[in-house]
Nanobody
Framework: QLRLVESGGGLVQPGGSLTLSCVVSGSIPDVNVMGWYRQITGDERELVAWIHSAGTTWYEDSVKGRFTISRDNAKNTVNLQMNSLKPADTAVYYC?????????WGQGTQVTVSS
């Protein structure tokens, strides 16, 4: 069973930066795609970035050029470096497989961008 624990969120001013981290444990194929998702209160959860175990990445248009996803396969971690943060980035951020596994969702980590 896949277990995911996110951390690194917090309150940051517009233009600031945060790095989110996800520790992945449990059963996962060697070849896989991991993603970072976010959910604004009242909205559906959306995928913002993913990374293949071979290193290929994808970003949603609104975060392209500002967010960087990375992974350490040896340490089973997936990170999301977020720069130039905007109030519109305020959300709970989650990691999961891509496509997601419904029973694997963790608690997420809250990111609030506000002055």
């Amino acid at each position: 069973q896949l277990r995911l624990v996110e951390s690194g969120g917090g309150l940051v001013q517009p233009g600031g930066s945060l790095t989110l981290s996800c520790v992945v444990s449990g059963s996962i194929p060697d070849v896989n795609v991991m993603g970072w998702y976010r959910q604004i209160t009242g909205d559906e959860r959306e995928l913002v970035a993913w990374i293949h175990s071979a290193g290929t990445t994808w970003y949603e248009d609104s975060v392209k050029g500002r967010f960087t996803i990375s992974r350490d396969n040896a340490k089973n971690t997936v990170n999301l470096q977020m720069n130039s943060l905007k109030p519109a980035d305020t959300a709970v951020y989650y990691c999961n497989r891509q496509p997601s596994i419904s029973e694997a969702w963790g608690q997420g980590t809250q990111v609030t961008v506000s002055s």
